[in-house]
């Protein structure tokens, strides 16, 4: 008989633990805060001035969240960029030539982002092809589209009131910061507390398995990339009040870095492995890295030199640490399935 999915092993328990790389991460994030504190002027004005300075990178780690239960099954979402901007855009147009307030225009573009990551999910699971061309193929089809909708002359200037989510504070702390830390409570429960979350490492860890216990691996599929469009649009959304502002092109920054700090945080890009925790200290070492280059007087060209490079590095990392070959890996991934049903694995009919 096959063993049920609260019968059987469940990866996520196991990750909701601190492990190793994340205790890494959180030195590497204290040691370089203190390198720039005393290497780079004007980049540690007081704690307030450290927690602003987190409002010029978090819409990455809004992304960055959305990402991480994709990449836990295996997958990949390189349309991110393309929803934020699309989200944001329909907001920005329904607010400014529909009449809608910003308080239905926001849930709306919310929504958008979710048929979004759901047409991704569709696409993924019933045409069997692998998300990084799915994926790929809409984020043109979105950006298009985008292109479209913002005409010549794309909506701005806020009403203050929506600007403060991405520029104002509460008692001294960002509406951003504060948006960030409820979300990566909620998706780190979410990973490690739910059903879903334990069908989602589980998915990521052996497919096959996962469909022996009872798991709707289409479905979980699916929801990944309903999450990961959602997040989005939320990213875009807290980019336009940012800025007061939207353009087509605005989310094209976000995919690199957000990709590179769900990596860097430990998440397996073959899926299965990682913990929410470790992309969050990811998001706040790479963003303050981020904005150290940039006070010292680094180019944007060489900032994006050094993520790339980070994303590099990390995946090498981790590849090595676990002692698998990143090549044998890949080729097991796109390997031809068979034709035949598969044989129940082992473990499963005990």
């Known amino acids: 008989m096959t063993r049920s999915l609260r019968e059987a092993p469940a990866p996520a328990r196991r990750r909701a633990r601190i492990g190793g790389w994340e205790l890494a991460l959180a030195a590497l994030l204290l040691l370089q805060l203190l390198a720039f504190s005393a290497l780079v002027p004007g980049f540690f004005d007081g704690l307030g001035g450290l927690l602003n300075v987190t409002t010029n990178f978090l819409p990455f780690g809004l992304v960055a969240l959305g990402l991480v239960p994709v990449i836990l099954t295996g997958g990949i979402d390189l349309s991110v960029g393309a929803v934020a901007g699309f989200s944001a855009v329909l907001m920005a147009v329904l607010w400014k030539h529909f009449g809608l307030s910003l308080g239905v225009a926001v849930p709306l573009a919310l929504l958008a982002g979710a048929l979004l990551g759901g047409v991704n999910g569709l696409l993924i699971t019933r045409t069997r092809t692998e998300p990084l061309i799915v994926t790929l193929a809409t984020s043109f089809v979105f950006t298009s ?38 979300l990566a409570v909620v998706f780190s429960l979410l ?34 990339y309903v999450l990961s469009g959602v997040m989005a649009a939320l990213a875009g959304v807290v980019l336009a009040a940012y800025y007061s502002a939207v353009r087509s092109d605005m989310g094209d920054i976000l995919l690199l870095s957000a990709l590179t700090m769900v990596v860097l945080g430990g998440i397996n890009i073959f899926g299965g492995e990682g913990s929410v925790l470790g992309a969050v200290l990811a998001v706040l070492l790479l963003g303050f890295l981020r904005q150290g280059l940039l006070i ?6 060489v900032t994006t030199m050094v993520t790339g490079a980070i994303l590099l590095v990390a995946i090498t990392a981790k590849n090595l640490l676990a002692g698998g070959s990143f090549t044998a890996r890949l080729q097991a991934r796109f390997r031809p399935a068979s034709t035949g049903s598969p044989s129940p694995p082992e473990n499963a009919m005990k």
Request: charged share 15%; proline share 5%; hydrophobic share 45%.
């Open 191 to 224: 990973v490690t507390r739910t059903r879903f979350g334990r069908s989602v490492v589980m998915v990521g860890h052996n497919r096959d398995a996962s469909r022996y216990s009872g798991i709707d691996v289409n479905a979980t599929l699916a929801w990944v």
């Open 296 to 301: 010292a007087g680094f180019s944007d060209m």
């Open 145 to 182: 589209v985008t292109t479209a909708l913002a005409g010549a002359e794309p909506p701005s200037g806020f009403p203050d009131r929506f600007n403060a989510l991405g520029t104002g504070a509460l008692g001294g702390v960002p509406y951003q910061l504060i948006l960030f830390a409820v």
